[in-house]
């Protein structure tokens, strides 16, 4: 049994990509190639773009989007370029998809549900491909269209006769009660999913120092993961390449090492459908230790990408941790055309803009000896210098010392191994991870601990895991 849901299969077609910017959109409008970003994401989905329209008005119209005149323009240009699909960079009613369609005669496709069709295509993790199908349904159910004309249709195949004459349902309605169910049904399994992938996280990051690598699609996050670690991201040089996140190790100097994570990207107007979906893929973000932002410098909407990604973490509560601002691809930076754009156009700018931020080029390898650095002082935090008094058979703890810290003394008695160092009190939960029986400074390793680093109790939100907050937005 058809259900009458869109195709939204759009590869290998010929399109021409249309907006409507309105004047109070004065960003968009300054801009020199407003429609920049939807071509990057009509390559991304496999389309060629061939021509592109846009028309300023004061608001859309209800039911073709575009003015009258604009769109029989539109429609001589799709006639004369033999487009297959026309694409609008803001998401349209039923009614408008339905008005265009008839007018055009070809396939219409909004912003939604174009990325839904790159991230369907992209989805490769049981979690991803869950994700994707609520979003997908969610935005068809109310685009579904009765693939017959009767009123009549009776239910279950069963043959028209005495006891089964009746009004029965319309198609329509059977179509969108089964999206429905499965929409529940997907919804409880993804729940399980998240569930797990929750207490996954929060295991690995209660035993690691963890740091995530943050950003706008497309700003390098995959290759800067790729140069850092052993590597393994898909990088390319289109949106979303990356849509699952992926965790590797990260060596910050000496023993010293962190678990590095690459996620997706972030986009502005990112479809309503995929926003909690899209946040729950960030649950390595949210648990996060520290935070990498990453912004591609040289692009000139870089100001406003970082905007939308400090936007994102603060909507999903990633805002405990700290920030470390990346500046990406500053050996692109100089003479990069500006027109349109407040991106700053010099390095010494953007310093000035982001005083703590960081420049490299992942491509290169410059300025990660400062990235290190930085990653390195915010895993160990504030330093003490204290005095331990370990067992001497327990020479693994011993080493991990020697090793990690800077021991300015040694010395032993009967039983113990005593050493002066210099620790981080990430040492001492690593030595309590490990089963160490140790005191610090002749105090049991827990008064000590809260004698030297007092911390404040997180808000009882930030303890509840993410898949649960998440429940009112659909997750």
Known sequence: METGLRDGSIQSERAFLAAVILNSDEVTAASSDPLS???????????????QMVQFRHGMDGRTCFGKGKLLELEAAVKELRVGVVIFDHELSPSQLRNIEKQLSCKVLDRSELILDIFANRATTRAAQLQVEIAQLEYTAP??????????????????????R??????????????????????????????????????????????????????GKSTLFNALTRGGAFANDQLFATLQTRTES???????????SDTVGFIQRLPHHLVASFRATLEETVHSHLLLLLVDSADPRSVAQLATVREVLDGIGATTQPRIVILNKVDKLAGMPKAGSDAPTSLAQWLEREPTAIAISALTGSGFDNLRARALESMLGEVREVVLRIPLRDGRA????????????????????ILTAQ???????????????????????????K?????????????????????????
């Open 451 to 475: 004698a030297l680093w007092p911390l404040p109790e997180k808000p009882i939100e930030q303890r509840i895991p993410l898949h649960e907050r998440l429940v009112g937005d659909g997750a």
């Open 166 to 219: 009746g009004p029965g349902e319309q198609q329509l309605e059977i179509d969108r009660r089964l999206v429905s169910k499965r929409i529940v049904a997907l919804k409880r399994e993804l729940s399980e999913v998240q569930a797990r992938k929750s207490r996954e996280v929060q295991a690995r990051c209660a035993e690691h120092f963890t740091v995530g690598i943050v950003g706008y699609t497309n700003a």
């Open 423 to 449: 620790v981080a009190r990430r040492h001492l939960d690593q030595l309590i991870a490990m089963g160490t029986r140790f005191t610090v400074n002749d105090l049991p390793v827990h008064e000590a601990l």
């Open 398 to 417: 011993v080493d991990y010392l020697e090793s990690r810290a800077t021991v300015s003394a040694r010395d032993y008695d009967e039983h113990s191994s």
């Open 250 to 260: 990260w060596s910050v100097g000496g023993a010293n090492t962190v678990l590095l």
């Open 37 to 51: 970003e939807l071509r990057a994401l009509a390559q991304t989905a496999g389309v060629e773009p061939v021509g």
């Open 143 to 164: 685009r579904l269209r009765a693939m017959w004309s009767h009123l009549g249709q009776v239910t279950g195949g069963s043959p028209m006769g005495v006891g089964t």
